[in-house]
Nanobody
């Protein structure tokens, strides 16, 4: 069964860095636009970053621009989210997802396959 598995979350202090990974089993990610989203309890899941199939195009939420970097290694079937200068407001569960489309989109309804999420907590 195809799965996306996130890892790399944890508890850090403001200003620290984390790198999240999203690995796929049972499917290849190399032909999928990929995205990272985050969600807090009782709130909507929001777009964080997205990357095109080849990796040449990326998109970011305004709140993370300049601090987060999405990348992919198709040979390793893995997508990454490098998060620097973390802030308490970055605290959330982070999910990776594979898009239903070949164009880079920010709406969660454009994404079909989701991982189980990895929690990130940033303390002040």
């Amino acid at each position: 069964q195809a799965q996306l598995v996130e890892s790399g979350g944890g508890v850090v202090q403001a200003g620290d860095s984390l790198r999240l990974s999203c690995a796929a089993t049972g499917r290849t990610l190399s032909n999928s636009v990929m995205g990272w989203f985050r969600q807090n309890p009782g709130k909507e899941r929001t777009f964080v970053a997205g990357i095109s199939v080849g990796g040449s195009s990326t998109a970011y939420a305004d709140s993370v621009k300049g601090r987060f970097t999405i990348s992919r290694d198709n040979a390793k079937n893995t997508v990454y989210l490098q998060m620097n200068s973390l802030k308490p407001e970055d605290t959330a569960i982070y999910y990776c997802a594979a898009s239903k489309f070949q164009s880079l989109r920010t709406g969660q309804t454009s994404y079909a396959d989701w991982g189980q999420g990895t929690p990130v907590t940033v303390s002040s």
